[in-house]
């Protein structure tokens, strides 16, 4: 019989020797959920049949028929079907929470190869929504995704508009507005945005309704926008965790960001107290405001909800102080005052990540993480670096001996053409450097950035990874800096977790460990390379708890 005093002990004792094989039967506790006849990921890349699961965590691996003797009357079995399962995918660096507050709202151009695709996603928002409401498509696309580089025209945007305001944004760097839009935004009464913003004009001098900035200006633009009512948010960021758990996501580092301020994870917080968060989210505070950083985290900080398993405040950062953001010159001053909310944060033993994109400036970031190690230790404290898609082995070798772990994304899966032109063809053969950092033990996690701008697909990042072709179909990197599939799976699911407070239960599938893992509808090491993008998860788990399922797992059901 069912004995929870045995279960325990087998469990720890499971956990202790972490063996995959069953226990004799005697002892075997009944596990929740069985599911056989898959091939599992294993941490040493090879594969096992089946896996028992009790109580959130994994219990058991092995043959089927080794698992058997874990099913008791009152557990639950999947079949399998002999797809691949791998560990649940944690995005290291998604802006997860402010993209799903008005993911539901926004039209996407995600995936989109033609003009006729891309108008007719508009045309549909537009029959949907009534006359007058925005139509926004928020980043997430390039030109280069277009066959031919052709993107509709601004003619065609406004007759696929129907009328409504449309807002159609290119990564941080452009916006188209219609006109509807430009007068229900009242554009002309922001004088010092507009005098930021670059008009672009047609060949006979009009407006074409594009427009150019820097990051920060394209965000404040965006802000302008009119945003879903609370209960909108509520609906729109939980579909938004069921698309990630759709991809097979059941962890994200989310790094908050530029203009979202600590009110707007009320929403968030509230789906996680109504128990109704389907991942694992563990979320870093960006600094509010210019000039008190410092003073504004100490206090935000008492404001934050306990921690559990699948809420976590994970420290500080991207944005840490505003004169180190998005700033390749910082002054002595700028340096000074980050190194003044470092020291405290070393003090305090958070977690840090800090948002760099340049190897020309990364120096002085290091000078700065330099100066706080004089005086205390983060050894310990998972501290990150994200983006520098350029890095050189120089800033690897410092960040290593700075103890420092790297969080890379996909950008130049979007942006190859972009780095080309600036950094060269060689330099795009190599970067971002992950062989490098692989090489050289750099703590390294992978993620999108998604989204404003960045596709939250894991699979197309994953693509990218293994095959180094960017959106156009290029190659970037070359044989020897592309990754195997096991590599590719391994950052973005170990190589996530390490910068994560509980990463000793999470990115890998073995006993003792949660059980979140992912059922894939095809198996990534045999699936034609250029087709990984298209996977998707059939069953997701998240602690044994399944939350997501599709095709021939849909009457698993939760
Ligand atoms: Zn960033």
Redesign the pocket.
């Known amino acids: 019989m069912f004995n929870r005093t045995v279960v325990v002990l087998v469990c720890g004792f499971l956990s202790l020797v972490g063996i995959k094989e069953s226990l004799p039967q005697a002892l075997s506790p009944h596990a929740d959920i069985v599911i056989t006849n898959a091939k599992i990921l294993q941490a040493d890349q090879s594969f096992v049949s089946a896996i028992a699961i009790y109580q959130q965590k994994i219990l058991a691996l092995g043959t089927n028929e080794q698992i058997a003797s874990y099913i008791g009357p009152s557990t639950q079995t999947i079949h399998a079907e002999g797809k691949l399962i791998i560990p649940g995918l944690i995005d290291s660096?998604m802006h997860a929470i402010r993209a799903g507050l008005t993911y539901q709202h926004e039209v996407n151009w995600l995936g989109v190869r033609t003009k006729e695709e891309a108008l007719y996603r508009i045309r549909e928002a537009a029959d949907k929504k009534p006359l007058g409401e925005w139509i926004v498509i928020a980043g997430g696309w390039v030109p280069e995704q277009f066959q031919d580089g052709a993107i509709p025209s601004p003619k065609e945007l406004v007759i696929a508009s129907k009328g409504h305001p449309l807002y159609l944004q290119k990564l941080y760097s452009s916006v188209f507005i219609s006109p509807e839009g430009i007068n229900k935004l009242g554009l002309t009464k922001h004088a010092e945005l507009l005098s930021r913003l670059d008009i672009v004009l047609d060949s006979n001098g009009h407006a074409t309704g594009w427009m150019s900035g820097n990051a920060r200006t394209i965000s404040d633009l965006f802000d302008l926008l009119p945003g879903p009512t609370p209960s909108e948010q509520n609906d729109s960021l939980k579909a938004f965790f069921k698309t990630l758990n759709h991809m097979g996501i059941t962890g994200l580092y989310d790094?908050g960001?530029y203009n979202f301020p600590i009110e707007s994870y009320k929403i968030f917080w509230n789906i996680h107290a109504k128990k109704e968060l389907t991942l694992r989210v563990a979320y870093s505070l960006s600094a509010p405001k210019r000039g008190t950083e410092l003073a504004d985290f100490k206090k935000l900080i008492t404001t934050l909800p306990t921690n559990d398993a699948l809420l976590q405040w994970n420290g500080i950062g991207?944005n840490i102080t505003w004169g180190m953001y998005n700033n390749d010159s910082p002054t002595a001053e700028d340096q000074k005052h980050l190194q003044d909310v470092l020291e405290w944060a070393a003090k305090e033993n958070l977690t840090v990540t800090l948002?760099w994109n340049n190897k020309e400036s990364i120096a002085k970031l290091f000078e700065v993480i330099e100066a706080v190690q004089a005086s205390y230790s983060i050894k310990d404290l998972r501290w990150s670096i994200?983006?520098i898609n350029n890095i050189d082995q120089t800033s690897l070798l410092r960040m290593k001996k700075n103890h420092i772990g790297w969080l890379a994304q996909d950008a130049l899966y979007f942006q190859a053409l972009q780095f080309e032109e600036k950094y060269g063809k060689i330099s795009l053969s190599y970067s971002p450097l992950l062989r490098e950092a692989i090489n050289l033990n750099v703590p390294l996690g992978f993620g999108t950035?998604a989204h404003r701008v960045m596709d939250f697909n894991p699979f197309v990042a994953l693509q990218w990874l293994i095959t180094g072709k960017s959106i156009d179909g290029k190659e970037g990197r070359t044989m020897e800096h592309l990754l195997t599939p096991y590599e590719a799976i391994d950052l973005y699911t170990k190589g996530s977790a390490y910068f994560l407070p509980d990463a000793d239960l999470r990115g890998e599938l073995s006993v003792g460990k949660y059980a979140d893992l992912a059922i894939l509808d095809k198996n990534l090491f045999t699936v034609p390379s250029n087709q990984i993008h298209t996977i998707r998860s059939e069953l997701t788990m998240v602690g044994g708890k399944v939350v997501f399922t599709a095709g021939p797992f849909t009457y698993n059901r939760p």
Request: no cysteine; glycine share 12%; proline share 12%.
């Open positions: 660096h790094p960001g991207e948002h994200a983006h950035d």
